[in-house]
């Protein structure tokens, strides 16, 4: 539908923003009345008639400029603008400007006339029906109308700036497009007629008794800001009359007595095409006039961000070089918006470099599939639970295909921040338990915010069970950023172990701890995230040196002074809390090199530091920089030590009360590590949580649980 109707829209839009500009310019000049409520007609009429030789019509128009049509004591005819208390002429009628007129005309006809009237009719009705649709949308995602106005999950940029634009315009959308449909109908006489003829008896027109104009109570009762237009008598006989309209009614009015000859009140159709004709306009608001060029500008990045958004989609579709009936790996993909698409494209170009017989597809498209061995499944989550668009029909269709025997992989992408986190994923994970004829190959595997470092976890627990080694191009599914040169000033490291400080003093770019660098050992590779400490304005980071390990073997030999190309990425949603009773910090290794920082910078809020290290040695490398002082209570583990073997989550099992009535006096975790740490830590809340009839949910919505694990 949008497609279809694009090029009509950017033209309305782009047309809709420049007579945006004619009300905003109109109401800058110093013609309005601003006091027409304390005007009436009468005392305008009067003054008119005395200072002109005759009077033929005065009207206000929506900017609140009163124009009146006179002839002058010279015997000149004249229209101009007045003011209503003096009748003085304070300006000649504005002309339309040409650059107004020519967008008037391609805006309402594009120059077609009749056939371009009924082409931007349309084209308004369709946006209005994409507006309505977009709504729907919003609110599938968001879980309902009292989620509405809740967090938007950021998958990717054009998907949330698509989403808060359409919260905060939302509104003037649909009031622009139904009155577009609305004056569309007016102009193809669709609308009910106006029939305002009126009826006077006169043969019982009274001549008596005379009356001056500032005796005639309708006028004397009638406020200028309640008066559209008033024509005055050709003649001074007594059938001629003043014909008085209003914003609901339309009056005649004896000349000589005052009395009320006819009243007309309009239809309602008529005052809903008044009104329709203001908020479509901005006529007489320089506020509406503005909220209306918002909403244009933002119309077009519409078109703009839903094609980007498109194109990801398309972007991520790839050609199969083998057949559904001759792979033995089957990989079906369920995205709402291209990102988890991307995973799937990666997946199989790894898979197919390892010359497997791999074939990928929509969910929606699961059919039978003779030679399948193994079945992965790789789906996201839509707003509260729901399936993504391309996967509607998923867990219908495994119910009726009989397979062959086959072993299954589900890995659920999805974000912390939703209730019914992977929600999806856990009922395709159940759907394919059900069947006879499936074995799990790998657990259900739950990837946060489309963490690239996850998955290749879960990559790795593939590569032993199916026997492969994949190689993952992360160019698929992130871009590269641009770099910049960073100078090593030290580098610390203990005997026997792998883990390694930098420090990098000549860093002038703005960043916090928490924050992310990517590094590039070479220009073939994709960068690598290590999360960075802010301390005394240096950037310090902690690496742990992996035997096959590219960029950790390239930074373990760096030599001070030698530089890296890198790029700071910016990473709000793990940065230290503004407003919290307490932080808890949980840590493993080198993830502690964020709360290094964080710990340094806080002088105020109390901390808990719970620390997973390997040995006691390796506590030597940051005896210097942990500021044990700073903290409340530290907990030191070891999962090395003889005597001491335990892993941190086994002292969080010990002190979860505690934890757990933190959180509910508004403290804040914060989990840097591995990914098993991770989901073991959560599964201690979460336990802990369930018997308090509470949610960890609830509390990552709070923004009272963050994490950065890898």
């Known amino acids: 539908m949008a497609i279809s109707s694009f090029l009509f829209i950017t033209l309305a839009s782009i047309t809709g923003i420049i007579l945006a500009f004619e009300p905003i310019t109109n109401q800058l000049k110093?013609?309005?009345?601003?006091?027409?409520?304390?005007?009436?007609?009468?005392?305008?009429?009067?003054?008119l008639q005395m200072e002109y030789e005759e009077v033929i019509a005065v009207e206000r128009n929506n900017e609140n400029f009163i124009i009146a049509s006179v002839i002058t004591k010279e015997g000149e005819s004249q229209t101009f603008y007045i003011h209503p208390k003096t009748g003085n002429k304070i300006g000649e009628v504005i002309e339309k400007e040409a650059v107004f007129k020519f967008a008037t005309s391609l805006h309402r006809s594009l120059f077609l006339k009749s056939t371009g009237r009924f082409i931007v009719g349309l084209v308004s009705f369709l946006l209005f029906l994409i507006t309505i649709s977009g709504l729907f949308l919003i609110l599938k995602r968001q879980g309902g109308f009292k989620k509405f106005f809740s967090k938007i999950s950021k998958e990717n940029f054009y998907q949330f700036s698509h989403v808060a634009f359409g919260r905060i315009f939302l509104i003037p959308l649909l009031i622009i497009t139904f009155t577009g449909v609305y004056l569309s109908l007016e102009k193809f006489n669709l609308l009910p007629k106006h029939k305002t003829k009126q009826v006077i008896d006169f043969d019982g027109v009274n001549s008596a008794p005379k009356k001056t104009i500032t005796e005639f109570e309708i006028f004397n009762n009638t406020k200028l800001s309640e008066f559209k237009k008033i024509e005055f008598p050709f003649s001074s006989d007594v059938e001629d009359y003043f014909l008085l309209e209003l914003k609901n009614k339309e009056i005649t009015v004896n000349q000589i007595t005052g009395e009320i000859l006819s009243e007309i009140h309009y239809p309602f159709s008529k005052l809903i095409l008044h009104y329709s004709l203001l908020l479509h306009t901005g006529q007489g608001s320089i506020f509406w006039s503005v909220v209306l060029l918002l909403a244009s500008i933002v119309t077009l990045y519409f078109i703009y961000s839903g094609f980007a958004m498109t194109f990801e989609r398309i972007k991520g579709k790839i050609k199969n070089r083998y057949n559904k009936d001759e792979s033995e790996i089957i990989l079906l993909v369920g995205s709402e918006n291209g990102s988890t698409r991307s995973y799937g494209k990666m997946l199989y170009k790894a898979l197919y470099n390892e010359g497997k017989r791999v074939f990928i597809t929509d969910l929606n498209k699961y059919t039978s599939y003779e030679k399948m061995k193994y079945l992965i499944v790789l789906t996201a989550t839509y707003g509260e639970g729901d399936s993504p668009a391309n996967g509607s029909n998923f867990l219908e269709l495994i119910k009726e295909k009989n397979d062959r025997q086959f072993q299954f992989s589900v890995v659920a992408f999805g974000s912390l921040s939703y209730p019914k986190f992977c929600q999806f994923g856990?009922?395709?994970?159940?759907?394919?338990?059900?069947?006879?004829?499936?074995?799990?190959?790998?657990?259900?595997?739950?990837?946060n915010n489309k963490s690239f470092e996850a998955f290749s976890e879960w990559t790795k627990e593939l590569n032993n069970r199916i026997s492969v080694n994949l190689k993952l191009d992360k160019r698929i599914v992130s871009k590269q950023q641009k770099s910049f040169k960073l100078k090593l000033s030290s580098k610390f490291k203990i005997t026997n172990d792998d883990t390694f400080l930098l420090t990098f003093d000549d860093c002038h770019k703005n960043f916090t701890s928490g924050d992310l660098l990517g590094v590039y050992a070479n220009k073939q590779t994709h960068e690598r995230l290590y999360s960075i400490a802010k301390i005394d304005n240096s950037l310090l980071l902690s690496v742990r040196k992996h035997e096959l390990g590219l960029c950790s073997n390239y930074l373990y030999n760096l030599q001070q002074g030698e530089s890296i190309k890198a790029f700071i990425k910016r990473n709000s949603s793990f940065h230290f809390p503004k407003k919290a009773s307490k932080v808890i910090m949980i840590a493993t290794g080198t993830g502690i090199a964020p709360f290094l920082g964080m710990i340094s910078e806080q002088r105020t809020t109390s901390i808990d530091l719970y620390f997973g290290l390997r040995t006691k040695k390796s506590l030597e490398l940051y005896k210097d920089i942990l500021r044990e002082d700073l903290l409340d209570s530290l907990y030191l583990v070891y999962s090395r030590e003889k005597n001491e073997k335990r892993y941190v989550q086994d002292v969080i099992k010990t002190q979860i009360d505690a934890i757990i009535s933190d959180l509910e006096n508004d403290a804040v975790i914060m989990i840097c590590g591995s990914i098993t740490m991770q989901n073991e830590v959560f599964s201690i809340l979460e336990e802990a949580l369930s018997k308090r009839n509470q949610a960890l949910s609830f509390y990552e919505k709070r923004k009272q649980i963050l994490v950065d694990c890898y």
């Open 30 to 47: 110093p013609y309005a009345i601003s006091d027409l409520s304390d005007i009436s007609v009468s005392e305008m009429v009067m003054v």
């Open 426 to 447: 856990i009922d395709v994970q159940s759907a394919l338990e059900q069947k006879e004829n499936a074995a799990e190959l790998l657990p259900l595997y739950k990837i």
